[in-house]
């Protein structure tokens, strides 16, 4: 109940200077087994379970585990497909390779080979996540652990939830991730979620 109240919170729309209204939430751990693969679908699910316009858009092109994590087969369009748009990416040509998930969210998937991950990057990436705005209300970005390509989903992020779990590791891992992140300017915009 309490993640429901908070997700709803999250997609409330911001409103932009570009006159996009659809708010981007990340979810972004700073080492593996912490939970945000299971927290950026779950926060998908619940936005869209509150009728929210949803997708997530999954930045871990080489390891792909949203694409694990929620069953999809290898014959869905991946974000690769827009490869060819990179320049100039609209709403309507990544809407046309979105995956619609049971659950009434709609997902990005990351390429099913991770050769493949050079093709998009995480700034075409995050280039989705800015035109697709307009379409949605509530845009998780699932981010990987490589700081790298996190970053520019992190800068388009309205608020980045950073996960830790309860280990001397992961709090270790997460003030140097907020230090990195005072430097760039971008601290403000990052909540700790306690798994």
């Known amino acids: 109940e309490e993640m429901a109240r908070e997700a709803e919170r999250s997609a409330q729309p911001a409103v932009k ?11 972004h751990a700073a080492r593996g087994g912490a939970g945000a693969t299971f927290l950026a679908t779950s926060l998908a699910a619940v936005c869209a379970a509150r009728g929210r316009s949803t997708v997530l858009i999954d930045f871990d092109t080489f390891y792909a585990d949203v694409t694990t994590a929620l069953g999809v ?48 990057g995480p700034q075409g990436l995050a280039r989705a996540a800015e035109v697709l705005r307009s379409r949605f209300e509530a845009i ?8 790298d390509a996190a970053l520019p989903g992190i800068e388009v992020a309205d608020e980045a939830l ?8 992961a709090f270790r891992d997460a003030r140097r991730l907020l230090s990195f992140m005072s430097g760039l300017g971008l601290d403000g915009k990052i909540r700790l979620v306690v798994n």
Not at 110 to 115: F, L, N, V
């Open 73 to 120: 087969g290898a014959d869905a369009r991946t974000a690769v497909d827009l490869a060819p748009v990179l320049d100039e990416m609209t709403a309507e040509q990544v809407e046309r390779v979105l995956y619609l998930h049971p659950r009434g969210f709609h997902v990005l998937l990351a390429p099913h080979d991770p050769a493949e991950s050079a093709l998009i």
């Open 17 to 27: 200077e570009h006159g996009a209204t659809g708010r981007v939430v990340a979810v």
């Open 162 to 169: 950073l996960v830790v779990t309860l280990d001397v590791l």
């Open 140 to 147: 998780v970005l699932h981010l990987p652990r490589s700081l």
